[in-house]
């Protein structure tokens, strides 16, 4: 499986922003991809996982500000990102099983 992400950028603070994740190759479904963040000097964490249409789970931090969706025709997932704050900056990775897209970077000015 190959992942594709794309859609960052630079946002002021409390700004939207909308990543998207494509994948291509041996897939046959997009459940269970995940997003990820990595911020300057630290360890790369988990934001969320797409688990179906309607449900997802998604770290504490985000709740309320991001959500994820995924188009099965087109087999991508999506990141919304509102409200965006400048803890919020880093590079964000897509994520199936062993797989990793190639990150796209977000930053958030105060």
């Given at each position: ?65 991001f959500t994820i969706g995924g188009d099965y025709m087109e087999n991508s997932i999506y990141l919304q ?30």
């Amino acid at each position: 499986v190959q992942l594709q992400a794309f859609g960052g950028g630079l946002v002021q603070a409390g700004g939207s922003l909308r990543l998207s994740c494509v994948a291509s190759g041996n897939t046959w479904t997009i459940r269970d991809m995940s997003w990820y963040r990595q911020a300057p000097g630290k360890e790369r964490e988990w934001v969320g996982t797409f688990l179906g249409p309607g449900t997802t789970e998604l770290q504490g931090s985000v709740k309320g500000r991001f959500t994820i969706g995924g188009d099965y025709m087109e087999n991508s997932i999506y990141l919304q990102m509102n409200n965006l704050k400048p803890e919020d900056t880093g590079v964000y990775y897509c994520n199936y099983k062993e797989s990793w897209g190639q990150g796209t970077l977000v930053t958030v000015s105060s």
